[in-house]
């Protein structure tokens, strides 16, 4: 069982960054992937991209290159979302997920808002 627990999030406003967390515990799978999602309201939730366990790729998807950015502390079961140049439609509770076992995280709030 993978417990994930998101933080960071907030209210800021536009061209602002914002790093969020993602803390995991538990007992890991010996491989795994630490994947970023978001959903804003009334809509699907949808992948932002993801890392692997050894730390040594991480992917996005193509419209967040560039703006965001996913890594991981090797030394700590902690990942990572950075995020710049936000916008306001980038308003969403953003959730971090374990593969496999589609562990998910309860999300936490990004508000961007002059």
């Known amino acids: 069982q993978v417990h994930l627990v998101e933080s960071g999030g907030g209210l800021v406003q536009p061209g602002d960054s914002l790093r969020l967390s993602c803390a995991a515990s538990?007992?890991?799978?010996?491989?795994?992937?630490v994947a970023w999602h978001r959903q804003a309201q009334g809509k699907e939730r949808g992948l932002i991209g993801h890392?692997?366990?050894?730390?040594?790729?991480?992917c996005l998807a193509d419209s967040m290159k560039g703006r965001f950015a996913i890594s991981r502390d090797a030394a700590t079961t902690i990942a990572y979302l950075q995020m710049n140049d936000l916008r306001p439609e980038y308003t969403a509770v953003y959730y971090c997920?374990?593969?496999?076992?589609?562990?998910w995280g309860h999300g936490t709030l990004v508000t961007v808002s002059s």
């Open positions: 997920q374990v593969n496999p076992g589609e562990y």
């Open positions: 538990g007992t890991f799978p010996r491989v795994y992937i």
């Open positions: 890392v692997h366990s050894k730390g040594l790729t991480s």
